[in-house]
């Protein structure tokens, strides 16, 4: 097992303030590794969709944990989970589907997986119906450029 050269886990309720919390910690621990503001930009939006995710979806009309742990390696490569203790996916392959969304009403489009798979270069999704759900996402980020 590669020791990651930093990581770092924090807990957080699943309000929706909390989801400029989570983008803003997840910026922080980015910010030594000098990312292109491009790829910074992705991964923000990558926190924002799977954390709205489980305010919404998972914890739907109640609250609970999230926890999200960030990850760096030697080479570049970032590491993030975010899981929650919500209600879980029946079916996985089904969710990550472009524009299948069990909140049409309240204005989803069914895009979020889309987009952080977009994002990433490998997008992990385990779930279990009344345990929760964790999403992993892994991507190397391109090399600092110093001006
Ligand atoms: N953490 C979660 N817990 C429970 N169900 C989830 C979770 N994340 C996603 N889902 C389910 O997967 C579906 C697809 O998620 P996805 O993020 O792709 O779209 P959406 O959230 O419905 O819409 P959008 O993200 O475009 O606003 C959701 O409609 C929901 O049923
Ligand atoms: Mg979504």
């Given at each position: 097992m590669v020791k990651p050269t930093n990581e770092l886990k924090c807990t957080f309720p699943s309000t929706s303030q909390n989801e400029a919390l989570a983008r803003s910690i997840v910026s922080g621990f980015l910010m030594p590794l000098d990312p292109d503001i491009e790829e910074l930009a992705d991964i923000r939006c990558a926190v924002s969709e799977a954390v709205t995710n489980c305010v919404v979806h998972?914890?739907?009309g109640t609250q609970g944990p999230i926890t999200i742990t960030v990850k760096c390696y030697d080479d570049r490569t970032f590491r993030m989970t975010v899981a929650d203790r919500g209600c879980g996916i029946p079916d996985v392959e089904q969710a990550r589907k472009p524009?299948?969304?069990t909140a049409p009403?309240?204005?989803?489009?069914?895009m979020g997986?889309?987009?952080?798979?977009?994002?990433?270069?490998?997008?992990l999704v385990s779930s279990h119906v009344g345990k929760g759900t964790k999403v992993t996402?892994?991507?190397?980020?391109s090399e600092a450029s110093y001006i």
């Open positions: 998972a914890y739907k524009l299948y969304t009403d309240e204005d989803r489009c069914g997986f889309s987009i952080m798979e977009s994002f990433a270069d490998r997008l996402f892994i991507k190397k980020l």
